[in-house]
């Protein structure tokens, strides 16, 4: 009878321990699908974004008198394979290169293709923005809960790592320089 009673207890325990276990993979696996669909909405928007600088370029390189090397950096863009950290930073550089480049030439000032464009953007950087809060508040809930027990031995066991921030930053080194503004 005590053999009985111990091993119901050591089943009971195991079934609750189970229990647990999936409940907290099933919290990060939860977590890691939103910081996906953040990452997709994130890309999408960033190829939307470079193909509305692309046209103001066009326009830019059409109109104006300016050294065609002037946009080289962002033509390499799309032969490049890099980050959408380094991508988001890169394509907002151009951007404001163009930008400043429209407000320079009285020919482009009042264009209304441009201006429509420059609209485009900005809603379009308005989501980006709202994405990447989105994606940054998940990513800081699964960083804690891997970093906390017992759901890093979960996430130890599914070799589910402390993700960086979407703007690259990683907060657990010793590098303070990578804070750029």
Do not use: W
């Not at 699908?33 to 692309?54: F, M």
Request: charged fraction near 30%; aromatic fraction near 8%; hydrophobic fraction near 40%.
């Amino acid at each position: 009878m005590k053999l009985i009673i111990i091993l119901l207890i050591i089943i009971i325990i195991i079934g609750i321990l189970s229990i647990i276990y999936i409940t907290i993979y099933n919290n990060i696996q939860k977590l890691i699908l939103k910081i996906q669909e953040a990452e997709n909405i994130i890309d999408e928007t960033l190829r939307k974004k470079y193909d509305n600088i692309s046209k103001i370029v066009k326009i830019i390189n059409s109109k104006t008198d300016i050294d065609k090397n002037t946009f080289n950096k962002f033509d390499e863009l799309k032969n490049q394979n890099i980050s959408n950290f380094s991508l988001d930073r890169e394509l907002c550089e151009n951007c404001n290169l163009a930008y400043q480049i429209t407000n320079d030439y009285k020919v482009l000032e009042n264009n209304k293709e441009i201006s429509k464009i420059k609209e485009t953007i900005l809603e379009i950087d308005e989501k980006l923005e709202a994405t990447k809060s989105f994606y940054n508040k998940y990513t800081t809930e699964l960083n804690k809960i891997i970093r906390s027990f017992p759901s890093n031995l979960v996430a130890k066991n599914h070799h589910i790592k402390v993700l960086n921030f979407f703007d690259g930053k990683n907060m657990n080194d010793e590098i303070i320089d990578d804070f750029k503004l």
